[in-house]
Structures are given as C-alpha cells and as structure tokens.
C-alpha cells in the first residue's frame, strides 16, 4: 500500500476562496452564515445560508459559462487552484494514471429548479437546451477532467452530506493500491435554490434565526441547538502517490491515512450511534491505527438535536473514556451544511489546522447540553495543539457513513 500525501488544495466557499482565507475566517471563528437576501426569501420561513462570494463570469468564456450550473463554475475554478497550487507537469503526465473523484448530493440544484419554473410555473415548453447537460450530478467531474484533458476514472458519488468525503477515501484507495499516481478529488454542492430550501425546510431540520445574531443561527453540540443552515461551495484536493511527490519536490500538506464507510440501516434519516461509530472504527483499521493513536477530531456537528447527541455517544463507544481529551471541532456553525461538499470543506481545514497546530473552535457554543459533554473547542481556536492524526467525519441520510483519519505532514 503506497501511501497517499495531498499536494495540492482548492477551495471556493462562504469562508473565502482560498485554503488561506478559508482557514483564516475558520481560525477567527469568522461566520459565513448570513439572512439570506434572495427574491425568494419571503418565501421561507427562516431565510439563512451560507454563501460563497463567487461570480463565475472572471473565469470562463461566455459560451462555456452558458453551459456550467454554478455547482460545476465552482468546482472546476476549485480543481484549477488545487492543481495549480500542486504544479504538476501535466504534460509530461501520462493522464491515463490521473483521475477525478468529486462528491456532490443535489448536483445542478438551480438548474434543475429554472427549468420546472419554466415547466409548470410559466406553462412554457420552451426549456434551455444544456438543461441536462447543466443539472446532471456528474457535470462538475467531468468539466474537470475536460479542463485539464485528464483520462482516468472520471467518477462521481452522490451519497448525500458524505459524498465529497467518500470521494476522497477513494480516490485515495485508487492511489494506495497503485492504480493511480493522481487523483483530483473533493465536492462541490450549489443547493441554495427556493425549490432545494423548500424541501429541506419540510424536513424541518434547518436552524431558526438567533434574533441576536442571524450568523451565530448554526449551535452545534449547544443546549440551544435548532438545526442546520445550508451553504454552498467547492473544495478539491490534489491526492498523489507520497514517493512521487517527494521525489519531485512537492509541498505536502498532509495524507490520507485511512478512509471507513458503514452503512447504517436503521433508518433513512435518523442516525445511530452504532451506526456512526462503525464508520469511525473502519477508517481506524484503514489506517492501522489504534484509536489512542488519534489527536484530534473533525466532528460532523450540523447542529440539529438528532444528529450531535448521537455523534457525541458514537465518539465515546470508540474512544471510549480518552474522549473527553480528544479536540474536537464542528465547524458548520461558520461554513454552514455543504450536504455533498461538506467533507471536503472540512477535511481541507483538518489538514491546515494539522499544519498550524491549532484546534478550530466550534462557535455560538454557550448552553451546555448534558448529552453532549465533550471537549468540543468552545467559542474560540486553542493554539499550540500539535495533532499528528485527525479523524474527520461524515454521515449522511441513507445511513452513508465515511471517516477519513488525517495525517499530518512529516
């Protein structure tokens, strides 16, 4: 098994569009989350989200922009920082061994809701004509691997809010076992369309308005949780075989390590703590890892009352009483719910917070919850925490559940 460094990160999110900016906002505890001021917002009835500030028009020509939803506009303008910031030689590559992995739950979410606007709302049967072309789930892959004339597996995993996260641990696989020497591999999610909020406002899983602070609306782990609030965004990492990348003097950001999926069952939409904890243990034997051997821990933590109870028990039947001194950080109280990006988001500010010794904080964290007693980096970043491994979690409704363990850089 070879072992699997990442050389290169891009990112467009609510936190910035850069891995610096990103991690900066992170760091600060600076909220990307916001009243969402949309011609539609009147029409929810908590108008929050998370956005990314992201004009696609800078980056592509005007007849390729025709064709790109906005989730493929930022996931490609993330591969293209990512792979720049790795400076591969791509043409000297063989781009057979180079692959695309992305994650993504809802694809071309705006796509899809202008064109049943057009539908039914208008009564028109005059609908765009890249409409497939702009909401398939798998448009953002394969711009990406267009962009860059990249011709190994093109592949995309639409497993709800662990997509990006599952996209990572395989093509991270691919790589460990030799059938890659590069992957590009992340998520990108663009859901913040009436017709997406709608639905996920009938689940009623989405955060009320803190009427105090409408930025400080997502709790995770607080007493005073009230659920989540969607953002949008890209975050790709550049994966590669580690003897390669030293051998051509790549800058390493860190590996991955160890990558875990289970399938849990016992309901579509509730979690469970087995069920999460299984997840966990998978990535912990990818790795060869003890459970001890882990520093710090990437908490999925949306902030609803089913999800960050259950997480908590789940890190405990793993951890067992070695919990309670674990770091842990949910940093969707700032970047909001990527759903399909989510993993990416968060395994990309894992790595930098590995690089910078530091623990993220989990912000507006200020009502104790009995059931959730952990160390869960309250309100403000701690410095000076050198993890060497982090375990980053995803779990997703479908019962798809991944975790990645994180290594830092030698």
């Not at 792979?83 to 063989?94: E, K, M, N, S, Y």
């Not at 980096?377 to 491994?389: I, K, L, Q, S, Y």
Request: glycine share 10%; charged share 20%; with cysteine.
């Amino acid at each position: 098994m070879r072992r699997v460094a990442v050389t290169g990160l891009g990112v467009v999110s609510p936190l910035g569009n850069s891995p610096a900016a990103a991690f900066a906002s992170a760091r600060a505890g600076r909220s990307g989350i916001h009243r969402l001021e949309a011609p539609y917002a009147h029409r929810l009835a908590g108008p929050l989200a998370a956005t990314a500030d992201f004009d696609g028009t800078p980056y592509f020509e005007p007849l390729k922009l025709r064709m790109l939803d906005r989730v493929s506009q930022m996931a490609v303008q993330a591969a293209n920082e990512a792979l720049a910031a790795a400076h591969l030689d791509l043409v000297r590559a063989d781009r057979r061994r180079i692959g695309v992995f992305l994650g993504t739950g809802m694809g071309g979410s705006q796509t899809s809701d202008d064109g049943y606007r057009t539908l039914y709302g208008d009564q028109s049967d005059r609908i765009k004509p890249f409409t497939v072309l702009m909401g398939m789930h798998n448009a953002p892959a394969a711009w990406i691997g267009m962009e860059h004339d990249l011709r190994g597996p093109n592949l995309t995993y639409s497993t709800a809010c662990s997509s990006s996260a599952v996209a990572i641990g395989e093509g991270s696989m691919r790589i460990a076992h030799g059938e890659l020497d590069v992957a590009i591999a992340g998520g990108a999610e663009a859901p913040l369309s009436l017709g997406s909020l709608k639905a996920w406002e009938a689940l009623r899983t989405l955060a009320a308005i803190d009427a105090d602070d409408p930025s400080a609306s997502c709790k995770p782990f607080s007493g005073n949780r009230s659920g989540m609030v969607l953002g949008e965004g890209a975050a790709m990492l550049v994966l590669e075989d580690r003897n390669r990348a030293v051998a051509r003097g790549a800058t390493i950001w860190g590996e991955i390590a160890g990558y875990g999926f289970a399938n849990d069952t016992s309901h579509i939409t509730r979690p469970s703590a087995e069920g999460q904890a299984a997840a966990m243990a998978a990535a912990l034997e990818s790795a060869a890892l003890d459970p001890d051997a882990i520093d710090a821990i990437n908490a999925h933590g949306t902030g609803t009352q089913a999800n960050d109870g259950v997480e908590t028990a789940a890190i405990k039947a793993v951890f067992g009483p070695r919990a309670n001194r674990i770091p842990i950080s949910a940093t969707k109280a700032l970047h909001g719910h990527l759903l399909g990006a989510a993993g990416a988001l968060e395994c990309l500010l894992a790595l930098l917070a590995m690089r910078h010794e530091v623990a993220l904080p989990t912000m507006h964290l200020h009502v104790a919850d009995p059931g959730c007693d952990l160390d869960y980096v309250p309100n403000r970043a701690r410095d000076g925490v050198a993890a060497r491994t982090t375990l980053s979690s995803s779990f997703a409704f479908g019962g798809a559940n991944a975790a990645l363990v994180l290594r830092a850089a030698a």
